[in-house]
């Protein structure tokens, strides 16, 4: 069977470092023999534990037709999801179903549920690709009786070929993070705001080039 915890822990630290959380150490919970739930372990800095449930957010049906592709090791094409009701449809979806998961609480001192999308490798670029204006914040509140009911204190979303992080918790509801490029806007109002859009559109090959390279860069840092 795969090991997943070294992909995981990758897409772990990438979210921590662009959220601000120092981490002094990564277990795998495997190590602990004890079924939980999650999928990484996250010891910061200050002494939490906290247990991370990982998962994509696929918004293509068939995710193995892109793997398939990659596996050649050559550079292929494909169409994105470009629906932006099915996109939100996909979201809402992932979010609802991992609320009903119920990961152990027990031995942590926060359960966190990070959703990833636009990840920059190959298999999983296109099938993980979310527009930017699929995500707006008047969608995601429909999420939060189901987050509320679960067993997650914080819930991350995370397109990473973006300078993006969307965080729910229970004090503070759904927020957006990000550079000046992202509009923190509540109502039905796109995340991002005209200039960011207006780059992608006039050189989208150049832009998507200058995100992978910046994601490689705080990868390796």
Known sequence: MANN?????ALVSLLCARGGFEVAEFVDPENDKIETGVDVIARLADGRRIGVQVSEI????????????????????MWAQNDLAALQTVVAERLEAKARS?????????????????IP???AAVSTMILPDAINLVALRLSEPALIASNFER??????????????????????????????????????????RDRWLVDPEGECDREIERVLRELRA
């Open 5 to 9: 915890f070294p992909r995981e822990q």
């Open 155 to 196: 819930v991350f979303i995370h397109p990473i070929m973006s300078r993006t992080l969307l965080t729910w918790t229970r004090e503070t509801g759904w927020q957006v993070n990000g550079d000046s490029t992202v509009a923190a806007r509540s109502g039905d109002e796109l995340l991002f705001d005209v200039e960011a």
């Open 102 to 118: 119920r990961p152990s609480t027990i031995g942590f001192s926060e359960i966190w549920l990070a959703l990833f999308s636009n």
């Open 58 to 77: 696929p918004t293509l049906r068939d995710r193995g037709v892109e793997k398939r592709a990659a596996a050649n090791g050559s550079a292929y094409a």
């Open 121 to 123: 490798e190959a298999g």
